[in-house]
């Protein structure tokens, strides 16, 4: 089976049917805010665009590893020692610290947003300790505009963050195990995909299969910051698709997609 059928059954067998499940539990705000600085909402007025980071430009570099790692304690007491799984997860985490190799084969971009719309820390850590604004979008129109201009089976995860505590790995709030049973469901399917069509598991097989592993740590947060009650739009797409505008700023990937939906200001 080649690369694009797998991915395919990967995401039609494996991902949809989980992700769905997972996601009519979810408690969906109508809004959703994003704190930023008076130049950059300008920026974003003038131009009508919206930047994402690159997974290996976020704000606490190790982020992306420390939910990996709670995936793996989520996956390790369910899984045999046989599966294919924790060989998957642990050669992914290996190629992260190949760090230009990772913004050139991951194109994933992530925009964060919260849904508190007074938040002083929040407002002190991402608004120009206070001088700066705070963006109100209907979350809706976000996520409908979003999947108008990009091309990619992601582009509707506006999805709430889930924190965990930094020694145990453990799930902070209750809720959290419909997160944690979707993240194990949906890596029980991709073992016994694997397994049923006898799919060799090489370097391709590995990388496609981790960019979900990735999608999910994005949702991943240390309890540091369980008061944000941060939103997530993790993006996994092409790097020149139709649409998409790319740039390297310090070595570090980040892209932009023009839209415009509705929103209001507050300052």
């Given at each position: 089976m080649n690369i694009i059928d797998l991915g395919n059954k990967v995401y039609y067998e494996c991902f949809e049917t989980t992700f769905n499940s997972y996601v009519d539990r979810i408690d969906f705000k109508d809004l959703v805010y994003h704190y930023t600085t008076q130049s950059k909402l300008g920026m974003i007025l003038d131009s009508k665009e919206l930047w994402l980071s690159h997974i290996m430009d976020m704000n606490d570099p190790l982020e992306l590893y420390f939910g990996i790692d709670v995936i793996i304690d989520i996956l390790s007491p369910r899984?045999?020692?046989?599966s294919i799984i924790p060989k998957i997860l642990q050669e992914g985490i290996y190629r992260l610290h190949y760090f230009?190799?990772?913004?050139?084969?991951?194109?994933?971009?992530?925009?964060?947003?919260?849904?508190?719309?007074?938040?002083?820390?929040?407002?002190?850590?991402?608004?120009?300790?206070?001088l700066g604004v705070n963006i109100e979008f209907v979350r809706k129109h976000l996520v409908s505009s979003v999947k108008a201009n990009i091309d990619s089976r992601t582009a509707n995860l506006l999805l709430p963050v889930h924190y965990f505590y930094y020694s145990s790995k453990k799930r902070i709030f209750a809720e959290t195990i419909h997160f944690e049973d979707m993240i194990y469901n949906f890596f029980k399917n991709i073992d016994d995909l694997l397994l049923r069509e006898g799919i060799t598991v090489e370097r391709n097989?590995?990388?496609?299969?981790?960019?979900?592993?990735?999608?999910?740590?994005?949702?991943?947060?240390?309890g540091l910051y369980e008061q944000e009650k941060e939103w997530r739009l993790v993006i996994k797409t092409g790097l020149n698709l139709k649409h998409i505008k790319t740039k390297i700023q310090n070595d570090v990937a980040q892209m932009k997609y023009v839209t415009f939906p509705l929103f209001s200001v507050k300052q």
């Open positions: 899984f045999p020692k046989k230009n190799s990772v913004v050139e084969e991951k194109p994933i971009f992530v925009s964060s947003f919260s849904e508190l719309p007074d938040d002083l820390k929040q407002w002190i850590h991402y608004a120009n300790n206070g097989e590995i990388n496609m299969i981790f960019d979900y592993a990735i999608l999910f740590a994005m949702f991943i947060k240390q």
